[in-house]
């Protein structure tokens, strides 16, 4: 069965730093797109970063735009998330995700990605 399994979340005070990895259980998930994203309480889950299966193409929500980075370690088949700079409305479990049917195309739209994670909570005091 295909797992992705989060991890790395945590507390931090603002303007910490955390990183995120994402396991995949399977090594055919280095081939396709991968990608992030988080539900805040009350709110509908919204995307934050994709990148390609081979890294070269990144796309990222505004709000984490010159904060996180996204990369993947095709070897480990594993993904990561740096989060820095972190504030309070980052706070949201957050959920890595594959799109097995793309390894180019980076959508941000939560029905384009057909694998998840079961997530990780991160909780940003202010």
């Known amino acids: 069965q295909v797992q992705l399994v989060e991890s790395g979340g945590g507390l931090v005070q603002a303007g910490g730093s955390l990183r995120l990895s994402c396991a995949a259980s399977q090594r055919t998930f280095s081939s396709v797109v991968m990608g992030w994203f988080r539900q805040a309480p009350g709110k509908e889950r919204e995307f934050v970063a994709a990148l390609s299966r081979n890294s070269g193409i990144t796309r990222y929500a505004e709000s984490a735009k010159g904060r996180f980075t996204i990369s993947r370690d095709n070897a480990k088949n594993t993904m990561y998330l740096q989060m820095n700079s972190l504030k309070p409305e980052d706070t949201a479990v957050y959920y890595c995700?594959?799109?097995?049917?793309?390894?180019?195309?980076?959508?941000?739209?939560?029905?384009?990605?057909?694998?998840w994670g079961q997530g990780t909570q991160v909780t940003v005091s202010s």
């Open positions: 995700a594959a799109d097995s049917a793309h390894s180019l195309r980076l959508s941000s739209r939560e029905v384009e990605y057909d694998y």
